[in-house]
């Protein structure tokens, strides 16, 4: 899977709005299924970057940048849509905070939805902030029912300047559901539905 790379394959760009401002609320983690409503569904994933982020990459000193650290923000949304530019404020609404290389498990509404890019923060001292951004174009199936989703590892092959050369989906269900099956118990079947491309 080559992905859309219409997000200027993963370019940098200043991103100082993004590290002193509060941002809008994501697709909260899960703690217990009993936190789930009738009308939600748990989506669990990984994002790998290739190579994997290595030390120094990541310089956040400012404060309240503590929760970006080896952490890739999904962007996503229920309409499909191609960001021509850096994502506004209002575009991180819903977004899924993916710890890298560490599977997420998340409480979403029961509906399909679409991974629109991601965001990297690399620097955030003083003056210097930048971020790294990584193409989208990939939708999550969710039907009817559903409870808990896996949507498989999103692996980012890149280089040193986080340029995306391609993506691939993993299918590394075994270890998710197991990971699964050990936090939340056997209450509910972890369905298989890797992301797929939007045509």
Do not use: W
């Given at each position: 899977?080559?992905?859309?790379?219409?997000?200027?394959?993963?370019?940098?760009?200043?991103?100082?709005?993004?590290?002193?401002?509060?941002?809008?609320?994501?697709?909260?983690?899960?703690?217990?299924?009993?936190?789930?409503?009738?009308?939600?569904?748990?989506?669990?994933?990984?994002?790998?970057?290739?190579?994997?982020?290595?030390?120094?990459?990541?310089?956040?000193?400012a404060?309240?940048?503590?929760?970006?650290?080896?952490?890739?923000?999904?962007?996503?949304?229920?309409?499909y849509?191609?960001?021509?530019?850096?994502?506004?404020?209002?575009?991180?609404?819903?977004?899924?905070p993916?710890?890298?290389?560490?599977?997420?498990?998340?409480?979403?509404s029961?509906?399909?939805?679409?991974?629109?890019g991601?965001?990297?923060?690399?620097?955030?001292?003083?003056?210097?902030?930048?971020s790294?951004?990584?193409?989208?174009?990939?939708?999550?199936?969710?039907?009817?029912?559903d409870k808990?989703?896996?949507?498989g590892?999103i692996?980012?092959?890149?280089?040193?300047?986080?340029?995306?050369?391609?993506i691939?989906?993993?299918?590394?269900?075994d270890?998710?559901?197991?990971?699964?099956?050990?936090?939340?118990?056997?209450?509910?079947?972890?369905?298989?539905?890797?992301?797929?491309p939007?045509?």
């Open positions: 899977m080559t992905g859309n790379l219409k997000l200027a394959t993963a370019f940098v760009l200043l991103g100082g709005m993004l590290t002193s401002c509060v941002l809008p609320q994501p697709r909260a983690e899960l703690g217990n299924l009993s936190e789930l409503r009738s009308d939600e569904v748990v989506i669990v994933g990984r994002v790998d970057l290739v190579p994997k982020l290595a030390e120094g990459e990541q310089k956040l000193e404060l309240g940048t503590g929760d970006a650290v080896n952490k890739v923000y999904l962007l996503t949304n229920e309409h849509r191609v960001f021509e530019q850096e994502p506004r404020m209002s575009d991180y609404e819903g977004y899924i993916a710890p890298l290389g560490k599977n997420f498990f998340v409480r979403s029961a509906k399909p939805f679409y991974i629109l991601g965001q990297l923060r690399l620097t955030a001292r003083g003056d210097d902030m930048s790294a951004y990584f193409p989208g174009g990939m939708k999550v199936s969710v039907k009817p029912g808990a989703v896996y949507i590892a692996q980012y092959y890149r280089d040193e300047f986080f340029e995306v050369s391609r691939v989906i993993v299918d590394d269900y270890r998710a559901n197991a990971e699964f099956k050990r936090t939340y118990g056997a209450k509910y079947s972890l369905r298989k539905a890797l992301v797929t939007v045509k």
